[in-house]
């Protein structure tokens, strides 16, 4: 069974960047696709950033031209290079992975809080 993980978490101020991972149980290979969602309060779970098995890649709009994905499949890892951080990124920020065996299955990672502020 697949699980993930996220780290890298934490606070920065606006302006700053910071590196969040998420490693999975096992390799990645046959993920179909790895994102990045987040979860503000009182708002709903957003999609940040999502890489497929082929490395086709989708952000937000919000996120365009700030944020990166990224993955290392020797690692069993994907990354998210946050920069030019805004307070309104401030949110809990959630690993998924997406792969079918006669259907869709889903894991998620338990979450890392990221908080920019001054």
């Known amino acids: 069974q697949l699980q993930v993980v996220e780290s890298g978490g934490g606070s920065a101020q606006p302006g700053g960047s910071l590196r969040l991972s998420c490693t999975a149980s096992?390799?990645?290979?046959?993920?179909?696709?790895m994102g990045w969602y987040r979860q503000a309060p009182g708002k709903q779970r957003e999609l940040v950033a999502r890489?497929?098995?082929?490395?086709?890649?989708n952000y937000a709009d919000s996120v365009k031209g700030r944020f990166t994905i990224s993955r290392d499949n020797a690692k069993n890892a994907v990354y998210l290079q946050m920069n030019s951080l805004r307070p309104e990124d401030t949110a809990v920020y959630y690993c998924?992975?997406?792969?079918?065996?006669?259907?869709?299955?889903?894991?998620w990672g338990q979450g890392t809080q990221v908080t920019v502020s001054s």
């Open positions: 890489i497929t098995h082929n490395n086709n890649t």
């Open positions: 096992r390799s990645i290979l046959s993920i179909d696709g």
């Open positions: 998924n992975a997406e792969w079918r065996i006669i259907r869709v299955r889903s894991a």
